[in-house]
């Protein structure tokens, strides 16, 4: 496993070293990063801690346009915009007369990276805050997390003079070469590693548990809403950094890189490559835009039929992704098949709890998620 | 000891073969399937979304210049050699119209790309074609301010659809309030300010401004707001999906042409059928083309079109730009008899004439710019539009209109922008031909 | 002063009294089983006691502290620990993590982060496994496991927990008749060093393992005392035992 | 200003209308079902086009609406058979599921309509406008459409409370292992439940198409409007739709008239964030006892 991910680890860093840095493979391949972390990212809370969150891009989104917001002043500061002006050319678009002054910290790359990475993680404590101590998971999170993304959307077109509205940020001094791809391949490894102990860990099994059966969780004293919290800021935080990382490294960002379908192309990827894994975000995230960017343009009309029916097939046949099926499959190879059936038909499979409630959530749903 | 250092001599070998192995190997099979379609033919790329929610539009743009590459080829091609389109699909999606702008460029090595329809994605691939000194054709009606070496632009800048517009709404219609409406992004805001200018410019009043979310399509409220304005007329650059529910929202609320006509410069005939001609019927659009312009050119290629892409397909303004665009790149090609980027802009195309659909258009030798016709047409009840009023002659493109921006122009003849463009791209990144006067 | 204390719980679900003016307490180290009719709020008073639901009035004391409108987690911390009706454990966890996660420690989130297992700990964990006979199967995923050996793994990490009061809901629901015995016998094993508050149908089972119970009918306290007592009992017969027992 | 008001208030009746016709096949699927249908704003366009091909063979919109209900309610079955029922156990799974359904749909769409837009027109009878209060005159195809959001309300209504089939559904809703014990066949009640959503959306594509427009990607703006109008109006009860829908409705239009459309969908989208975590199952919704 281990020579593995160090054959992997050499490809993608060694590519540029011989194709040379021209090659928009190399674009690619760190594009691929980035997305790969930001699959990560939800299955943290998706695979591992069964939180379904369509707003992932939002952090995303944040941290990518701090990043932008400061690349592209400082490249307006050194080649002045078409219209010889020494900010960034949609603010002159907009009707501002100078950068305005709650944009003048953002000179500071350094402050700007700190802001990627701080104001999504403190904006996902919020929420989760909000979320989860009132008890919202499950499919209303989903629909939460899918309204905030819209709104952040909304927000970026609307107040166009500070954000590049429609257009987006384009035009500045992207980091593109060897080093950058190098640093963002360790801080690939670095989340890798991260997202390792935090699964292999005591804290890990608590998440698990907390996916498998909250109330169960709960009754055994865990603080669920604090779990779920503290997974939601550090998956938050990661794609942050992804966020940033593209941003740096494309050199142009758009609202639909915050938008949902973006968060639920993570998600896809994610259930792909294999949930609650973690080789299956990077596998996954690796081979639906590879294959993507392969296909796209021989089978333009029928490569978005091929992700419609992959998302089916995916749910339908695969749910444990390629990766959680090669393991099951290894696992029974192992083992023998497992033959144990229950003893008992449990007819009453149905929390009796909750019987004498009156008219409430649909049961299959709320309480199982 | 030894048995440790052949060890790590070992495993050090091993990851070096993995890495030049693993790094090479689908770099160079990637290369060989471009290679392989490789052969006597000049490459050419076609960049406009097939896929996602510009599709819609920049379909038909595909299919233009698709039409104009075969009719090309069937005259023997360029210099001898086919027209091979290459085709990508960028998914509406601007960071995959830059990488799909890399590829273009790098690995399959077009002459020349045709493609982008939004500003945003215009925007997204200037700084590619710059660096790797490509060109792009850009059939697009769009708001201006703009010059960039390596882009040819082939749609109106708005001294071409606004500069008579205006005024004739004002004299000949005799309406002077305005009440503008537009899609919440760059193009209408900028537009607007050049009509806002205009106005002033020539007596009108601008008694309202509103914008919409981009595909917007509920639009009473705006219609209320327009009903206790005042306005005499409504100037419209809402887009897409908006205009139709505009155009069917506004005729239900009860207003006819007659009382309050919708002025735009985005309509075209194809969100007419897609409305339907009775909520259209009476209202006026500014363009360099119509399917009805009458000329042999024209009818030759609406038929042309109809015969290729079934009878009830439109043609509309910018697809005419799109397939004239593509003639001009052939022509260029003809004349410098090379395929080289820099061959092709400062001789090729700067100046290429071509006799279009709409009349003659010319590419400015120093602004990269088109020379169009302006037309003023009159939606019937066919869902064509009867042209009211046409320009004397072509008209010259002014990428930055003078009543905004009178200290600035776009000049690539200009000793001052040659110099700047003679250094390479990593010294002088600005490849803009703009000027201060 | 007895380990826990409901002082006047009333509970009202949309017009409906499930608990009305209850008072009821369970003494330590002892073995109490809850009886009644369905719909008489057996299951409704542990979820009140739990917290799984807040009560509309009363009070509920334990171990010296007023627990009423505490959050499930906290009562636990304080100390109860609750069996559901329905196996409930973590499905796609091994049996051994199972257990590891309900043992008793700091659940606070930042001390979980990088910490391991104890040998301490991975001791007790075998031991608890032995204890409810599933050693054998630490590593299968839970959900491998029959139904029988569901309800005793999670008694058996309800006994990982340490708790000082056991609430038992139906433990023995959906067992064959044999599954039950032993799970009487557990439960007689689990009692020797816990406070057990059991909730059973099953009047053999009963019968075997009673020392004083409690009959709950309409929301309130029926009868309460030694099981032969109870059971002769004139309005308890009428109401819970049945008709047929009556002569 | 008052004349202005009061029509940018009965404005906001009929676009409460067109939201509650978009999402009350929502508020079926997944108040009834359980099943987090994404797929539901191309139903609604697969109704609009349904609508198109009506128009084209000379039929109108009265015509459109019970094919369109045929045909969106057939499509909803083959979804149900091919896909969503292995998978009623895994709800957030029908979303992605149900996403991917959705993609194939606009495809499938594009692939035989082309990606333009298309023309839908309105009956002849429901053109024009009458004068009531207010400022504008109200155009009789949006009274129409206020008539219509009535109508598949009140019927899903008698549906759901009022016949023997609604009885099992909400049987099945209540209790689905007990309902499956009393004889009622559950996959049944799911398919037929599912079909009938499906073919409300169908509807809500037939006589919006004539306002509106009609292309291949129109449906995502839809489901976004119908989610957050069953979200905030809490599932689980049919009076939700309404008052999620006469909550943004008003909201939207209100808002829209004293800033801008930008601003007041803005505003609604935060006020519905906002609103959701201080009704967390809706504001008709169940609430959960603490």
């Known amino acids: ?369 | 000891m030894t048995m440790r250092r052949r060890k790590f001599l070992k495993s050090s070998a091993a990851t070096l073969g993995a890495w030049t192995l693993g790094g090479t190997a689908p770099y160079y099979f990637m290369r060989n399937i471009a290679k392989a379609a490789e052969g006597d033919t000049i490459k050419v790329g076609i960049l406009h979304s097939l896929s996602g929610t510009i599709a819609i539009i920049e379909t038909s743009l595909h299919n233009a210049e698709l039409l104009a590459i075969e009719e090309i080829n069937a005259k023997g091609g360029v210099l001898g050699k086919k027209i091979q389109p290459i085709v990508e699909d960028p998914q509406s999606v601007v960071q995959v119209f830059a990488e799909k702008a890399k590829k273009l460029l790098l690995e399959d090595k077009v002459a020349a790309v045709l493609g982008c329809y939004t500003s945003a994605s215009r925007q997204s691939v200037l700084p590619i074609f710059e660096q790797y000194n490509g060109v792009l054709l850009y059939p697009t009606l769009y708001e201006a301010q703009e010059c960039s070496k390596n882009c040819f632009y082939t749609g109106a800048v708005p001294n071409q659809q606004l500069d008579d517009f205006v005024p004739w709404i004002i004299n000949t219609l005799k309406r002077k309030k305005f009440y503008m409406v537009g899609s919440n992004y760059i193009y209408p805001k900028e537009t607007n300010r050049e009509v806002k200018a205009l106005l002033e410019k020539h007596g009108g009043q601008n008694v309202g401004e509103e914008y919409a979310p981009l595909g917007h399509t509920e639009f009473s409220t705006i219609i209320n707001n327009i009903s206790g304005s005042g306005a005499e007329v409504v100037f419209s650059d809402l887009v897409g999906d908006s205009i139709v529910a505009f155009y069917k929202q506004f005729k239900q609320f009860g207003f006819t042409a007659d009382d309050l006509p919708i002025c735009t410069p985005i309509t075209t005939e194809q969100e007419i059928a897609a409305m339907g001609p009775e909520n259209a019927e009476g209202h006026y659009t500014s363009f360099n083309y119509f399917q009805s312009v009458d000329s042999p050119e024209n009818k030759s290629f609406v038929e042309r079109y109809k015969a290729k892409y079934g009878k009830d397909a439109v043609t509309n303004a910018v697809m005419e730009a799109a397939y004239f665009q593509t003639y001009f790149l052939a022509h260029a090609i003809e004349k410098v008899k090379s395929t080289e980027a820099d061959a092709l802009i400062y001789e090729g195309l700067p100046g290429q004439e071509f006799q279009a659909p709409q009349g003659k258009v010319k590419i400015d030798e120093q602004n990269h710019h088109t020379w169009l016709w302006a037309r003023i047409g009159k939606a019937n009840p066919q869902g064509q539009f009867d042209v009211v009023w046409k320009s004397e002659n072509w008209i010259r493109p002014q990428p930055w209109v003078p009543y905004l921006y009178p200290d600035k122009t776009c000049n690539f003849t200009d000793q001052r922008v040659k110099e700047r463009l003679s250094k390479p791209w990593s010294v002088e990144k600005n490849r803009s031909g703009t000027i201060n006067l | 002063m007895a380990l826990l204390e409901v002082k006047g719980l009333t509970t009202r679900v949309s017009g409906y009294t499930i608990l009305d003016n209850l008072d009821f307490s369970v003494e330590e180290n002892e073995l109490r089983v809850l009886l009644g009719p369905n719909g008489a709020g057996k299951t409704t008073l542990i979820a009140m006691i739990t917290g799984q639901f807040r009560p509309t009035a009363g009070k509920i004391h334990f171990a010296g502290q007023d627990i009423t409108g505490w959050s499930p987690d906290a009562i636990f911390l304080a100390g109860i620990s609750r069996k559901f009706q329905v196996p409930n454990m973590y499905e796609t966890l091994s049996v051994y993590d199972n257990v590891m996660v309900s043992l008793q420690s700091d659940r606070k989130v930042f001390k979980y982060m990088f910490k391991g297992v104890t040998a301490a700990e991975d001791e007790r964990i075998w031991e608890i496994l032995d204890f409810v006979e599933l050693a054998g199967k630490a590593s299968d995923p839970a959900d491998t496991l029959a139904h029988g050996e569901r309800q005793w793994l999670e008694m058996g990490m309800l006994i990982a927990s340490n708790p000082k009061l056991l609430l038992l809901d139906e433990p023995t629901t959906g067992m064959t008749p044999d599954g039950k015995q032993r799970t009487a016998a557990l439960i007689q094993k689990i009692a020797r060093n816990h406070t057990v508050l059991l909730v059973e149908h099953d009047m053999h089972l009963v019968r075997q393992i009673a020392r004083k119970v409690t009959v709950l009918h309409q929301g309130q306290v029926l009868a309460e005392g030694a099981l032969d007592e109870v059971v002769s009992n004139k309005t308890v017969r009428e109401v819970y035992l049945g008709k047929g027992k009556r002569h | 200003m008052t004349q202005a008001l009061i029509s940018q208030i009965l404005i906001g009746v009929s676009v409460t209308a067109i939201l509650v016709i978009s999402a009350i096949g929502l508020a079926v699927i997944f108040g009834v079902a359980g099943v987090i249908n994404m797929a539901h704003g191309q139903f609604i366009m697969v109704g609009a086009y349904t609508a198109a091909v009506i128009g084209k063979m000379g039929g109108n919109t009265f015509v459109a609406i019970p094919v369109s209900f045929v045909v969106v309610a057939l499509l909803g079955l083959a979804v149900e058979r091919g896909v969503i029922r292995w998978i009623y156990d895994r709800p957030l799974e029908t979303l992605l599921a149900t996403w991917g359904v959705g993609i194939i749909l606009e495809v499938v769409m594009k692939l035989i309509f082309g990606p333009e837009l298309y023309y839908v027109g309105a009956p002849k009878v429901l053109a024009g406008s009458v004068h009531l209060v207010g400022r504008l005159p109200y155009p009789y195809y949006r009274l129409f459409l206020i008539v219509v959001a009535i109508l598949m309300v009140a019927a899903t209504f008698y549906l759901i409370f009022r016949t023997d089939f609604g009885l099992k559904v909400r049987a099945v809703r209540r209790n689905r292992a007990m309902s499956g014990c009393l004889g009622i066949d559950t996959a049944k009640i799911d398919m037929m439940i599912f079909m009938f959503g499906s073919g409300l959306a169908g509807i809500a594509g037939a006589v919006l198409a004539p306002i509106k427009s009609v292309s291949t990607t129109m449906g995502f703006r839809y489901a976004v409007d119908s989610y957050m109008t069953i979200v905030l109006g809490g599932v689980g009860n049919l009076w939700g739709v309404p008052t999620g829908g006469g909550l943004i409705g008003e909201g939207e239009t209100l808002l829209a008239y004293k800033f801008n459309s930008v601003i007041g969908e803005l505003l609604v989208f935060i006020f519905i964030v906002i609103a959701i975590r201080v009704f967390p199952r809706g504001i008709f919704g169940y609430q959960e006892r603490r």
């Open chain 1, 1 to 369: 496993m281990l020579l593995l991910g160090a054959a992997v680890v050499a490809v993608i860093g060694g590519f540029p070293v011989v194709a040379g840095t021209d090659s928009y493979i190399l674009l690619l391949l760190g594009k691929f990063l980035c997305y790969a972390i930001f699959a990560l990212s939800i299955d943290l809370i998706w695979g591992f801690t069964g939180i379904l969150s369509l707003g992932q891009a939002v952090y995303f989104g944040i941290g990518a346009y701090f990043v932008a917001l400061s690349l592209k002043i400082n490249y307006a500061l050194d080649h002045p915009t078409r219209y010889g002006n020494k900010f960034p050319d949609f603010m002159e678009w907009n009707g501002l007369k100078a950068l305005p002054h709650f944009m003048e910290p953002l000179v500071s790359t350094p402050f700007a990276v700190a802001c990627a990475l701080i104001v999504p993680t403190a904006l996902a404590f919020i929420f989760g805050v909000i979320t989860f101590k009132r008890h919202i998971y499950g499919v209303y999170c989903a629909v939460i997390t899918l309204a905030e993304s819209l709104i952040l959307q909304e927000f970026i077109i609307e107040y166009q003079a500070y954000t590049g509205g429609f257009n987006g940020i384009t035009d500045y001094s992207n980091y593109l070469g060897i080093p950058f791809l190098w640093f963002m391949l360790a801080v690939t490894i670095a989340f890798f590693l991260i997202a390792r102990v935090l699964t292999h860990s005591r804290i890990g099994t608590v998440l698990k548990s907390i996916r498998d059966n909250d109330l169960r969780a709960q009754f055994m004293g865990y603080n669920v809403a604090n779990y779920r919290i503290f997974v939601f800021c550090v998956s938050a935080f990661m794609s942050a950094a992804a966020g940033a990382m593209y941003a740096a490294w494309v050199g142009i960002i758009s609202y639909l890189d915050t938008g949902p379908v973006f968060s639920v192309e993570g998600v896809i990827w994610t259930a792909v490559g294999g949930r609650a894994t973690l080789i299956g975000p990077f596998l996954g995230a690796f081979l639906v835009k590879g294959l993507e960017f392969l296909l796209s343009g021989v089978l333009a009309a029928f490569w978005q039929l091929l992700v419609g029916l992959l998302f089916i097939f995916v749910v339908l046949v695969m749910p444990d992704g390629i990766v959680g099926s090669i393991a099951h499959w290894l696992r029974r190879h192992r083992k023998g098949t497992l033959t144990q059936l229950r003893e008992e038909q449990d007819l009453l499979a149905h929390d009796r709890e909750h019987d004498w409630q009156p008219a409430g959530v649909p049961r299959s749903g709320e309480e199982s998620v």
